[in-house]
Structures are given as C-alpha cells and as structure tokens.
C-alpha cells in the first residue's frame, strides 16, 4: 500500500468510527505490565469491549512526558527482558484477531533508536499498526524516521500542546496525516485537565476549547486529545472538538485498583 493510500485508509476509517460515535476511545496500555502476557491480555479484553484504539506502550526507564503511574508501570515492565521485535509481533497477531480496533504504539526514541527506525516503521507495517508515537523525537530531527515511515506508509503521530507556539502548532498540524495527538494541558500524563492553571491560580475553563478550535483552522487530520481526561464531563466536553478521547493515566490507576473489571467500568462510565 502506498503512503498515501494508507495515510486515506486511516482517515477513512476514524471518519467511519466517527458516523456512528460522537466521539472515539483510545486507551493506553503498557506493555510487559504487569507481565507481558497480562498486558496482552488486557489489550485483548479491551478490544472485546469495542474500543477503537489502543496505544500501547514499549517501556523506557525515562519516560519523560509520563507522569507517576505509567512511570511506575515502566519500570515494573522492564524488571522483565523485554525486546521491540517480539512486542510487534505480538502486537500484530491481536491487530489481525480484532480488526475492528486498531492498534497505534508509542515510547522513546532511545529503544526505538537501538531497535533501527527504518526496521520500525517496515515492522510496523507489516503488523499492521496504525501509527507510531516518539513524543521525544523534534519533527525538526526527524528526517530519517518521517523518510522511512513514508516508505512504508506508517503514520508518524505529533504531538502538540497549549505552549507550542502558534507557528510551530500550525507546521506540526498541517504535517498531520492519520491523526494529530492534542496534548490537553502542559506538564505529564495523570493529573486532571481542571488543574491546568494560570499564574493567577484559576483554572482556565474556556482555554481547551480555544486551543482546539485554533488546532482545527490548520488540521486536515483528526483530533486526539489525551493527558488528564479522568471523567465523563471531560469526554462530553470534546464532542464536536476532536475526533478521539485518549484514557491514559486515569484507565491504570482503574486497572491498579481493581484490575480488568474495575478499568472496563471506567471505560463505560466514560464513553457509553
């Protein structure tokens, strides 16, 4: 398939999903946490209940933009021997069992590095995973990965939040293709959107919604928006404003409390 077949191929199907939903899910998993075969298995039961994206996490031991949970998860995983290659393969073997949800992954440029991202992005195609995610990798440096993935028509997923300038907001947007990842608020995953506050410590109720509606004048891509969504009023607030709720932090610390039951309850409370 060509790059810009797949690039259509994506947008066709968030377009589809979006005709029958307000608003899309996609909730995150590392993977190796616990273990490797409950981290599968979670995704797996994650793709029974009908969410239509995971993203999945290969651990790194300094995972910048994360906040205390998936930070801890991180490091338990990789208590494990843990290896990019078999991680892939796994993922696309649950990718083929449950093509209705699709499966985008995520981590750092130093395992993805020493894995080669020309062999990533090939890998990932194979897999047949929708996109990749190296929140530390500056699309600035990024020739030799945007390169490979056209290559193999994998989409490079970037990353924007509310302190990007507005010139560099409008380059990243426009350079989006299967889906642009909004960042709700600065700072690391976990803590609610409502503690996003300005120097005079009120929380700033309209500055979501700008910050989206500026986002959309230069996006052709989807939306998705992720970092402190933790309750249903968050998830309404989106509607009409992004294409795609991310659960991140908020979906472990459910899983942590009361494993895969007590994370699905989130999810339908959340989205249903």
């Known amino acids: 398939m060509s790059q810009l077949a797949a690039f259509i191929e994506e947008k066709k199907i968030i377009k589809e999903k979006r005709q029958q939903k307000p608003i899309l899910s996609m909730t995150h998993v590392v993977y190796g946490y616990p273990t490797v075969q409950a981290s599968l298995d979670w995704m797996k039961r994650l793709m029974q209940e009908g969410v239509d994206f995971i993203e999945v996490q290969f651990p790194f031991s ?12 991180c490091h338990k995983a990789l208590e494990q021997a843990l290896d990019v290659e078999t991680c892939l ?16 992954l995520m981590s750092y ?3 993805m590095y020493r894995f080669g991202l020309d062999k990533l992005a090939k890998r990932a195609a194979e897999e047949n995973i929708l996109g990749l995610i190296l929140p530390d990798l500056p699309i600035e440096q990024a020739a030799t990965y945007k390169a490979a993935c056209k290559a193999n028509g994998i989409d490079p997923v970037w990353l924007v939040t509310p302190v990007t300038p507005p010139e560099r907001l409008a380059m990243l947007a426009s350079q989006a293709s299967g889906f642009l990842y909004c960042v709700a608020r600065s700072g690391v995953t976990g803590h609610s959107v409502h503690e996003n506050k300005s120097h005079e410590g009120k929380v700033k109720n309209t500055s979501l919604d700008d910050y989206l509606a500026h986002i959309k ?4 891509a989807p939306m998705g928006v992720g970092f402190g969504l933790r309750e249903r009023a968050q998830i309404e607030q989106l509607i009409g404003k992004a294409d795609i709720a991310i659960l991140g932090s ?3 610390d459910a899983y942590n409390k009361g494993g895969q039951e007590e994370g699905i309850k989130l999810i339908k409370d959340l989205f249903h």
């Open 89 to 104: 393969a796994q993922l696309g073997k649950l990718a083929k069992g449950f093509p209705e949800s699709r499966i985008v």
């Open 250 to 252: 908020a979906l472990l």
């Open 217 to 220: 004048q230069h996006a052709s």
């Open 109 to 111: 440029l130093n395992p």
């Open 62 to 73: 300094d995972p910048v933009a994360d906040g205390p949970s998936i930070v801890a998860a």
